[in-house]
């Protein structure tokens, strides 16, 4: 198969000059070899599929451009993948979908490595391995490869042949999952429809729980701005960028502490001092959405001045199933607002 594969890559890249295209091919081989010697914990004889299912999950988000340089952050959409490629590939059950395992565990294979956040230091198991997806996100800033290897990644043929080689070699090429409609697609639908999945499950425990509260945490900051044009709904802030920067907080109205709620009636957009405000009971919206100041809060009387916004509706989604929850609202009103 990777015969046939190679031609293919000859085929494409005929235009390089040949010291190019050997080169290409000299490093394609040097990575399958690597990519297929994956140094792996044995269990009941068979040797955990964690790091082949990373890596897969890695190429699938290169495939749709969440990943568009060599930093491979720890992102809700890869944590998500990650379980979607598990359910596909994986049918022995005494492995468990510990996403946090071989994306600290694969820079042993020296192609992964990792770029740690400053001052921070791993805290380990017994086993010295990660402690949780928690430590591990408090710890790395992201992962990256070797520059060859992502170089090839960025070519279409020989993504493919990487990706292909990869499962058929662990997994005997078993039907991969479609790219959209997974987990992470599924839980969208449940938060802008308000389904109660949307509240987890809060007694929970273990790897599998704490990254479903991740990804859902992730999807919720993802939708909530989008359903209100990227705008604060109280100032009507709104910053574009053309790098992927996000200026407008998705706000609990209830805190996840209480009912772990991210549905979309539970949310607010709000710019970070807002969201600051309103999480402190200094600020509060009426369940007819006007915004209330608290007594408490004290500005001066610039044009900045916050008093501006007093007894003024918020921005509201385009469809009104959308809008913040009144319930939600009330609960605010009484329970957090500094009156």
Known sequence: MFFGRQTQILKTNSYLPLKYLFKVLQNLSHYLNKLTSLKRATVETTKAPHKPILLLSVIDLIRTKHITENKIFISPELVARFNDNWKAFVTQDYFTPNFSLPFFHLRSEKFWHLQTKTDRQFL?????????????NDTVDYAYLDEDLYNLL??????????????TFYFNDKNEPPIIGGLFEEIEGQILNDAPQTAIYKTGKGTEYEEEIFIRSGVFKKIIPQQYNYTCAIT???????FDIQMIDACHIIPFSITHDCSISNGLSLCPNMHRAYDRGLISITPDYQIILSPHFSNNDSTHSLN????KKILLPKEEKHYPGKVNLE?????????
Request: aromatic share 8%; hydrophobic share 35%.
């Open 124 to 136: 380990l198991t017994k086993s010295h391995s990660i402690k949780s997806l928690v430590s591990l």
């Open 154 to 167: 960025q070519q279409q043929t020989e993504r493919e042949a990487i990706y292909h080689h990869l499962k």
């Open 236 to 242: 009507g802030l709104r910053v574009n960028s053309i």
């Open 308 to 311: 501006q916004f007093d007894g």
């Open 331 to 339: 609960w605010h009103l009484n329970e957090r607002f500094l009156k």
